[in-house]
């Protein structure tokens, strides 16, 4: 597994496809897609590569069609956005800028593998964004999958390792997704929460950031660490909880 292997991305997204049918649903419905026993409460908000996009807004999905006629007009100029506003639903909207994420397509080729979310956002007036039309201009254009915040934790991607299901022993490997110089997270991976079930076996898992505020951002390579269950995993599945929708782990070469 590769997913979400890259580093966030800030600059012009490729013209790309529309919403599927699919992807209106899961918005509207937070644990639609999940594989994941959904019986714990979903937190009011999602992180997408440190933006927040609210879980009352992509229950809404108020198209970007809705938006107000200067913000509609900028986020009809970005590439990413193509010519159907409604195709995006609208995260965050004050009268200086607005945020519109979609899902990501099968196929999409400027998505990072294993996103599944688009997320822009355009602004008034401000010096850092590139422009679009008139004072307004693109300031953020990324993919990301969208993580459950963690409370001074950063979520990575996670992966199998050389599993033994006959073992109680659960080899993983944590692919931390902040900067780091290309180092890995050893000694900073934390376990915040395990729940086995007859069927899964359910992770939390965060990366403590690293202390070097000046680290470069080539490729981090992947962490190995291990989770004790209470018994031997057996023909379950393990699934992250860190992300949503909470996906199956596969196996990692690293």
């Given at each position: 597994m590769s997913a979400r292997r890259g580093l966030s991305l800030l600059l012009p997204l490729l013209a790309i496809a529309a919403f599927s049918a699919c992807a209106?649903?899961?918005a509207a419905n937070p644990q639609a897609e999940s594989v994941a026993d959904e019986t714990r409460t979903l937190p009011d908000a999602f992180d997408c590569r440190g933006t927040s996009v609210s879980r009352d807004a992509l229950e809404a999905a108020r198209p970007a069609s809705d938006a107000a006629p200067a913000a509609a007009a900028?986020?009809?100029?970005?590439?990413a956005i193509g010519p159907d506003l409604a195709d995006w639903i609208i995260a965050a909207e004050t009268p200086d800028s607005i945020t519109v994420v979609r899902t990501a397509n099968e196929g999409d080729p400027v998505a990072l593998e294993g996103d599944d979310w688009f997320l822009i956002t355009v602004a008034r007036a401000d010096q850092h964004a590139i422009p679009l039309v008139d004072d307004w201009g693109l300031m953020e254009s990324t993919s990301c999958a969208f993580a459950v915040p963690l409370d001074g934790l950063t979520t990575p991607e996670l992966?199998?390792?050389?599993?033994?299901?006959?073992?109680?022993?659960?080899?993983?490997?944590?692919?931390?997704?902040?900067?780091?110089?290309?180092?890995?997270?050893?000694?900073?991976?934390?376990?915040?929460?395990?729940?086995?079930t007859d069927t899964m076996v359910q992770l939390v898992v965060g990366i403590e950031p690293a202390k070097d505020q000046s680290a470069t951002?080539?490729?981090?390579?992947?962490?190995?660490?291990?989770?004790?269950?209470?018994?031997?995993?057996?023909?379950?599945?393990?699934?992250?909880?860190?992300?949503?929708?909470?996906?199956?782990?596969?196996?990692?070469?690293?």
């Open positions: 209106t649903d899961t900028a986020l009809a100029q970005d590439l992966g199998l390792g050389d599993v033994d299901r006959s073992s109680t022993t659960l080899p993983l490997l944590a692919l931390e997704m902040d900067c780091n110089s290309g180092r890995d997270a050893a000694g900073r991976v934390k376990v915040v929460e395990v729940i086995e951002c080539p490729s981090n390579p992947w962490t190995p660490f291990e989770v004790e269950l209470d018994a031997p995993l057996g023909d379950r599945t393990v699934v992250d909880l860190g992300t949503w929708p909470a996906g199956e782990l596969q196996p990692v070469d690293a």
